[in-house]
Structure formats: C-alpha cells, structure tokens
C-alpha cells in the first residue's frame, strides 16, 4: 500500500475573504482537506473534501465558515492538498 504525504499550505485571511479564499481553492482541485484556525491556532473547523462532494452539498458548509468568519477578525486557512 503507497503511503500519501499530504502537502499543507497556510494563509491568513481576515473574516469577510474566507469564503472567497476557500471557494477559490476548492476550485483548483486535489483539495482533500480545510480547517481554519483562529488568532490563537486553536481549530474552529475542520473540512474533509472528497471527489465527490460538490455543489449543493457544500452548501451549509459555506454557511457555517460565514458564521465563523463573521465571528473572527483574522483566521488561518490550513489546506492539505494530494500531491
């Protein structure tokens, strides 16, 4: 069995870009997983993606990282991607 290292990439956004930024790198593929960090690194969500979720499916999931987000001025996007 191939072991995955899965390939991690931060940003920092303020609150009113995250959907924006999570939007966009859903977009770009091979995006197997998101979590957003706060100020403080604590984990406030956690965003397994797989192939096949799309569309209306990740509808109340952009509604709960807009409820973050409105809720926090500055957060981090953790994305790990499939190499």
Known sequence: ????????QEFKVSG????AK???LVR???VRKIILKNEEGK??????L???VIGALLLPVW????????LA????????KQE
């Open 50 to 52: 797989t192939v096949g």
């Open 73 to 80: 001025a500055n957060l981090t996007i953790v994305v790990e």
């Open 22 to 24: 999570i939007k966009e």
């Open 1 to 8: 069995m191939e072991q995955e290292n899965p390939k991690k």
């Open 16 to 19: 009113d870009q995250v959907v």
């Open 43 to 48: 984990v406030l969500i956690e965003i397994p």
């Open 63 to 70: 509604a709960a990282v807009g409820a973050i987000a409105a």
């Open 28 to 30: 770009e593929g091979n």
